[in-house]
Structure formats: structure tokens, C-alpha cells
């Protein structure tokens, strides 16, 4: 019913009924002294919020509970209107003039909802931390790394090299993460992370079915807007493999993608034998 109220008289059921002016009556017979005990009771039974602005606060934090489920914190920006709300209430809270069950409701819903650490700070956390949720490899987070426009890598090496001088609690979230300068280490800007041998033995395989043979020294093929030299590394591979350099576990997994001599130039890949 407090989401109702928030919408004042224009508030309909399903069936088109004006609930919102069932409501704002109803209320006004409760101020007068108007209303039955039963129907109090009654009303009591299904969470009527008696107090319009009372109501409206709920409304507002049930916005605000949408937006942390959607965005994983309550950084809403102060231009919007929940974000100006939330504004408020932290300014309310550092006045001490927020009543306890307000402050409990938001922290509740965010331990962190007065941002601590300041606005930025917590939605480039919050960023960060649903990219590596979704099973992203935090060893593939360079300096130049971006997620959505925004600069994550240069704010993530901030964070490792100032590690001494941030807050207790925001060495926390980011161990939370296993972000620390002890477990993570960033390329440097223009730098991509490099890659196995297993995942280039991928790349060569990708390459033999797209093209049926093998690639020329100076091949080269774009893989995630990246150029790999696929040729000269299977270059290298067959030299290495030649002077024993190459471990018997790297040359089977080349091997398996060619009939016959894979360090042959002229190797014929397996999809085609």
C-alpha cells in the first residue's frame, strides 16, 4: 500500500479501481477519528502505512532495493532522483536526524550505503567485482583494461600501488576479491597478457579448420581484436621440438592437430587426412 501512496490519487488495481484515492481517504478518516476499529485492525493486517510520508520513504527504498539488485550498490548518481534521495538520507544520517529503523532499512539493503570510500570508488569496485563474477581471469586484467568505458586497469593499479594508504575497509573488499599487491600483478599499459602454450595450440587449431593447412612463417591471424604470429610461433615450436627443447606434453598437443611429421612445412592438418 506505501507504493500506492507514492503515486497519490492516480494509483489504480488490475481492475481500474483508483487505489491511490482509496487510500488518501482513508487515511484523512483515520486522522479525523472517523474510522472504524475493524477496519483499522483489518488494514493494520494487510501493512497499511498510515503515515503518507512514511509511505513515500518506502517507496523510495523499495527503488532503492531494485537499483542494488541490478547494480550491486548504491552509488545512484546524484543527478537522478534516487540518487538525490539517497543523498538526503546520508546527509540525514551524518546530521544524526535519521531515525534508527531508516538507517537500519539501507543498511540492510547495503552496509556500505553512506560510501565510505566515495561514490566513484564504490561503483569501480562494484564494476570490477561483477567482471570477475562472471569467471573472468583476474590475470588477464592489464592497465589498459576497460569495462563499459571506464578505465578499470589504471583504477585497479592505483589501488595495488597505493595499497599502505587506502582505508582498512577498502583493503577488505578488494582482498574480498583477491585483488592484493601480493596475489596480483598488472601488465603494463599496451600489454596484453601472454598466452599458454595450451591456448595457442588453440589458436593453431582454430587456424587449420578456417584455412585447411598450415600456416607460413609470417602468417599471422587476429583472434579478440589482437594479431598473433601464429606462424612464426609454429615455427619456433618445430625448431624447438628438433633441438629437444620442446616438453613431450607440448609436442603431443601439436602433434594431435597433423597427420604424420608435424614439423614438416608442408604438414597436412588432421581435419583434412
Known sequence: MGEAADTGDLATDPTGYKLGTFITTIRDAAKAGRLEADWIAELDALGMIWDKHDAAWRARLTAAADYHRTHGHLAAPATTPLGAWLAEQRHHAARNTLTPARADALTALDPHWRLP???????????????????????????????????????????????????????????????????QTLAPAGHRARRTFEQTVQLLELFLHREGRSPAARE??????????????????????????????????????????????????????
Open 220 to 273: 599471422t591471424m587476429r583472434v579478440d581484436g589482437d594479431t598473433v604470429r601464429i606462424g612464426a610461433w609454429l615455427a619456433r615450436a618445430r625448431t624447438r621440438h628438433r633441438a629437444n627443447w620442446l616438453p613431450d606434453e607440448h609436442a603431443r598437443l601439436v602433434a594431435a592437430l597433423f597427420d604424420g611429421d608435424w614439423t614438416a612445412d608442408a604438414a597436412i592438418p588432421a581435419v583434412l587426412g
Open 117 to 183: 570510500h566515495g561514490a566513484d570508488w564504490h561503483r569501480k569496485y562494484h564494476l570490477l567485482r561483477t567482471h570477475l563474477a562472471t569467471g573472468a581471469d583476474p590475470a588477464a586484467l592489464t592497465r589498459d583494461t576497460q569495462l563499459t568505458g571506464v578505465k578499470i586497469g589504471s583504477w585497479l593499479h592505483r589501488q595495488l600501488t597505493t595499497w599502505p594508504r587506502l582505508h582498512p575497509g577498502q583493503q577488505r573488499l578488494m582482498t574480498a576479491l583477491g585483488l592484493t599487491p601480493a596475489t
